[in-house]
């Protein structure tokens, strides 16, 4: 899918990351010449298979699309020359890592951050939970008992519910219901009072 036929706007951001020399040769084109920078990148991406060809000057580059493990959030200044205020952009969670060979079977997750402290980020701090069965048995039991009820409900011609209190008092009932609720009153009953 080529961005520019389509005219699809990415919401989105995703970091570009170019080999060694392109990388140089692009930051170096982004500081000289920024407007130039346009014209020398396109970038043409695969939604279904992750996959994307990048196209640099005269040379071509095959990335593929990973997620990352962490969510980057990407802030904009200077906007009306106000250099005090950071405005959020966007959330960035993807990355398109390039090589100058084309790589297939590429996993569509990393277990890497974006930075060196973050190396390995997805096994340190996020583990796997532990199973506990015997919580699982009695949730699955709960949820086709509940299945059931639910079921002999709709077939049933009609159906009628009553609130039943723990304590017999009905007096507790009712104050239950007005710690809930509040004093309960209809329309004729509400006074209201403007403030001047």
Avoid: W
């Avoid at 939604?47 to 959030?73: H, R, W």
């Avoid at 299945?147 to 519910?161: G, H, N, P």
């Avoid at 004729?188 to 001047?196: G, R, T």
């Amino acid at each position: 899918m080529d961005l520019e036929e389509d005219k699809i706007d990415l919401e989105e951001q995703f970091i570009l990351r170019l080999p060694h020399e392109e990388a140089a040769m692009f930051r170096e084109v982004l500081r000289t010449k920024p407007d130039k920078a346009k014209r020398l990148l396109k970038i043409s991406l695969n939604p279904d298979t992750n996959q994307g060809t990048v196209y640099f000057a005269k040379s071509v580059m095959y990335g593929t699309l990973k997620k990352l493990p962490t969510i980057i959030e990407s802030y904009k200044t200077n906007v009306c020359k106000d250099t005090a205020s950071l405005y959020k952009t966007a959330d960035i969670c993807q990355i398109l890592d390039c090589t100058t060979q084309p790589e297939f079977k590429a996993k569509p997750g990393t277990i890497h951050g974006y930075c060196p402290p973050l190396k390995n980020v997805k096994n340190k701090r996020f583990r796997r939970t532990l199973y506990n069965t015997d919580f699982a048995v009695e949730a699955e039991t709960v949820t086709k008992e509940l299945y059931y009820l639910l079921s002999t409900d709709l077939e049933a011609v009609s159906s009628r519910f009553e609130v039943l209190y723990e304590d017999n008092g009905s007096n507790a009932g009712k104050q239950y219901e007005k710690s809930l609720f509040g004093q309960l009153s209809s329309d004729s009953e509400v006074n209201v009072c403007y403030f001047k």
